[in-house]
């Protein structure tokens, strides 16, 4: 319920952003660890994407720093740590749990959205922001570049991860970011006929299929 409150939570973050720059949504899918947006048209709009991007993940950052201050509050009392194992059915120190794995749910959320790679919002920040001095071309090839930094260094975290006895996914994937520092684009199933002035951007994980 934490986890998918938090993702819940941070589309709705992006879809605030957006209504503020009269950007409507069509609809909001989830899945298991994320969803992603699908805008309707806006024509000639021009929206501060960096903006939309990041309120995501400033929702996660904002409740994490909540959950964490709830949990120091009732941490001298209850003095459970930060575990993923429940405590023993005792309301204080279940509450204190509570809050310590929102807390961190909240902000790994927001630190790994905010990394520099495709397709978490963090790498369309960074196109966004390279794009108002390169090209956008350049700009996704920058931001390609760093997501298959990133991506070798999480396949090194995963295997040393494995070696302790954790099996666990972590973003970003290689794919993405390969086709980005290559220039390629990838097609993709439900991608609408073009429209002048539009074009569709689609995110993967934590991401929006986004019409510009």
């Not at 003095?79 to 749990?97: M, N, T, Y």
Request: hydrophobic share 55%; charged share 15%.
């Amino acid at each position: 319920m934490l986890l998918f409150s938090a993702v819940l939570l941070h589309e709705l973050g992006h879809l605030w952003a957006a209504r503020r720059s009269k950007i409507a949504a069509e609809r909001i899918e989830f899945y298991l660890f994320g969803g992603f947006i699908l805008f309707r048209p806006f024509g000639q709009i021009r929206a501060p994407w960096a903006w939309i991007y990041a309120a995501g993940p400033m929702v996660n950052l904002a409740l994490g720093l909540l959950f964490l201050a709830g949990y120091h509050l009732l941490a001298a009392s209850a003095g459970p740590g930060l575990s993923l194992v429940p405590p023993p059915l005792e309301p204080l120190r279940l509450l204190a749990w509570t809050f310590a794995l929102g807390a961190l749910l909240n902000l790994a959320l927001a630190c790994l959205n905010l990394l520099p790679a495709l397709p978490l919002d963090g790498g369309f920040i960074a196109r966004e922001l390279l794009q108002a001095r390169l090209s956008p071309q350049a700009a996704m090839r920058i931001v390609g570049i760093f997501g298959l930094t990133l991506s070798t260094l999480r396949i090194v975290a995963m295997l040393w991860m494995a070696s302790k006895g954790f099996l666990i996914w972590m973003p970003p994937p290689f794919g993405p970011n390969w086709r980005a520092a290559r220039g390629i684009r990838k097609a993709r199933p439900r991608k609408p006929a073009p429209e002048e002035a539009a074009t569709l951007e689609w995110r993967g994980k934590g991401g929006r299929p986004i019409r510009r």
